[in-house]
């Protein structure tokens, strides 16, 4: 039997209606043409996509299971997003909710080259939570921002990244920031002894991005962030494949316009194309994901399905030193938590307050030999 992806979607229709629904999903995602206008008995019996189950959820909501050829995707991750929702999304009832692959598809989506273990192996932190925090605001030049790094670094968080909106402005072109950010975290770690990582933020198309790690790694960085919805699908696929030694960070701008459902789009969707880890927006800051959909995050990216590396889950957004226990309970140890803001609204004592939300984590995680 032809290899099959299964798309799940949830959508609004009456009852009388939604096998029609159903239906129409099913070649609008494969074929987008009437079945009948095909006389190849192939494409009929194999490429057309199929309904598989739906499930009367109430409400007048409806989970239907479609599988799609896996030929149709041909291991390119753009082709993937598009077949999973490309016409399907442009018709505002429905969203994707679940994607499962078949077997087959493992060599062209490996996921994660570097994952959860391996970034813990990388910052010397075998148990405990890890801990990341953001250079802001947009509009400081190079050196200030790599002063801000110091600052954290010294403090022992485990990672300093840019903030998502750091591109290659005229303020702090990206070959001006990266190598005096990581001399300046490298300077840090030296004296702390702690190594502490930088990742500095991709931007641009393709090829400025390929540049642009190739001069990190000339700088000693060895982690990026990349935000996929911006940079596209194919794109992080392509830059993880190249270059397997770099832990990409995946940050979910843009995520909330595609209409798919977060714990399938930054759990699932963004490890499968190659993020080591997942940021996302942690319940109770300043957006709205509710604890439930935060927790199914958090599973999707830990989940190593086909054998695939687990991802990091990071929750971040609005978090502050004051919920580090509560994050911790609700989120466990195999978590980066990403504190920004309010690390940095303590001004010059930003060091120390760092410090404090390293120390909170340590004193809130399970220990090596406990």
């Known amino acids: ?60 909501l409806f989970d239907v299971r479609i599988g799609l050829a896996a030929e149709t995707v041909g291991g390119d991750a753009g082709q993937l997003l598009n077949m999973l929702f490309g016409n399907t999304s442009l018709h505002p009832d429905v969203t994707l909710i679940g994607v499962a692959l078949p077997a087959e ?31 802001k605001p947009q509009g400081l030049d190079a050196a200030a921002l790599a002063a801000l790094a110091g600052r954290f670094a010294r403090g022992g968080i485990d990672l300093v990244k840019d903030d998502h909106g750091l591109a290659d402005q005229a303020t702090a072109p990206f070959a001006a920031r990266v190598p005096v950010c990581a001399e300046a975290v490298r300077r840090a770690a030296a004296a702390t002894g702690h190594p502490t990582r930088y990742a500095p933020s991709l931007s641009g198309p393709h090829g400025a991005m390929r540049a642009q790690i190739l001069l990190a790694r000339e700088a000693g960085v060895d982690t990026v962030l990349i935000a996929p919805m911006i940079a596209g699908f194919a794109t992080v696929q392509a830059l993880a494949g190249e270059f397997p030694d770099i ?71 609005g978090m502050t030193l004051a919920r580090v226990p509560e994050l911790l309970d609700f989120y466990g140890p195999d978590t980066m938590l990403l504190i920004g803001g309010n690390l940095l609204a303590a001004g010059a004592g930003l060091t120390a307050a760092t410090a404090r939300f390293v120390r909170a984590v340590a004193d809130h995680s399970p220990h090596p030999n406990a």
């Open 1 to 60: 039997m032809t290899p099959r992806l299964i798309a799940t979607y949830r959508l609004r229709a009456d009852a009388t209606t939604i096998d029609a629904r159903a239906r129409a999903i099913a070649v609008e995602q494969s074929v987008e043409m009437p079945p009948e206008a095909i006389d190849a008995a192939r494409i009929l019996a194999e490429v057309v996509g199929a309904v598989e189950q739906c499930i009367d959820r109430g409400g007048g």
């Open 105 to 135: 598809m493992t060599a062209a989506f490996p996921g994660p080259r570097v994952g959860l273990a391996g970034l813990r192996a990388r910052l010397g932190v075998p148990a405990r939570a890890l801990t990341a925090s953001a250079l």
């Open 247 to 317: 832990a990409f960070l995946a940050h979910p701008a843009l995520g909330g316009a595609a209409r798919i459902a977060p714990e399938v789009l930054i759990g699932t969707l963004f490890p499968l194309i190659g993020a080591d880890a997942a940021i996302f927006p942690a319940h109770g800051g300043r957006f709205g994901y509710s604890p439930a959909t935060c927790r199914r995050i958090a599973a999707a990216a830990r989940h190593p399905s086909h054998g695939r590396r687990p991802a990091l889950p990071v929750p971040a957004g």
